[in-house]
């Protein structure tokens, strides 16, 4: 089945850095990846999705980047605020199924 | 806007017990998943659904069943809970199978006791 590997486990950026979080894949037939973001207490909710026809893709201070080749993808957020403290999961849909990411604690220092 | 919503915030339950965990959506989802959240091991699928009366193991399928019987309804039943199902528990629906975003419910914290 799919396997996804996240990193790192916590990151500690300053208000106003960028951010980077990793995820690699096992399946090659994997062709959707979302990033959910979960808030202390709440449920996760997708903040950014991309397709294995396009390399990245961008809403704002956030983006997305997939090499298909290597099997990796990368959330990437800038201009970080505290409100972007959070958990962050990666997913892939290898047989049909989501399967997530070990999670990524994002702490902003103001 | 779509909701998820799960019939129990906290539980508190004894060993041996038998436990129902329920999930109803409200956007005629035909597709609906239980995970388990454990710290570190991030989400795990324990069981899901892409129709009325159909049913797939996930990852984690031990020591849980599910059913559903009406297509905006999915329960997750631990036949005879044990101290190590501990956890918080989420649901979620989709429009399409594993490709369109998933939404969640609130989660219910299971502490078997």
């Known amino acids: 089945g799919e396997n996804v590997e996240q990193h790192p486990s916590t990151l500690s950026v300053q208000e106003g850095d960028s951010a980077v979080i990793k995820c690699t894949y096992s399946d090659s037939a994997s062709n959707y990846f979302p990033w959910y973001k979960q808030e202390l207490g709440k449920r996760p909710q997708l903040i950014i999705d991309?397709?294995?026809?396009?390399g990245e893709k961008k809403d704002q201070r956030i983006a997305v980047t997939l090499n298909k080749t290597a099997k990796h993808f990368s959330l990437h957020i800038t201009e970080t605020q505290p409100e972007d403290s959070a958990v962050y999961f990666c997913a892939a849909n290898g047989n049909e199924k989501l399967t997530f990411g070990t999670g990524t604690r994002l702490t902003i220092i103001p | 806007d779509v909701k998820v919503t799960q019939s129990s915030r906290y539980l508190v339950k004894r060993t041996g017990e038998k436990v129902f965990l329920e999930c109803v959506q409200d956007?005629?989802?035909?597709?609906m998943f239980w995970y388990r959240q454990d710290p570190g091991l991030g989400l795990r699928l324990i069981y899901f659904s892409y129709d009325v009366k159909m049913k797939e193991k996930g990852d984690i399928p031990e020591g849980y069943s599910v059913s559903r019987e009406k297509k905006e309804r999915f329960s997750l039943i631990l036949e005879s809970a044990s101290t190590n199902q501990t956890s918080m528990y989420l649901c979620?629906?989709?429009?399409?199978?594993?490709?369109?975003?998933?939404?969640f419910g609130q989660g219910t914290r299971l502490t078997v006791v």
């Open positions: 991309i397709r294995s026809n396009v």
């Open positions: 956007m005629d989802h035909e597709n």
């Open positions: 979620a629906s989709s429009l399409a199978r594993a490709r369109t975003e998933a939404f």
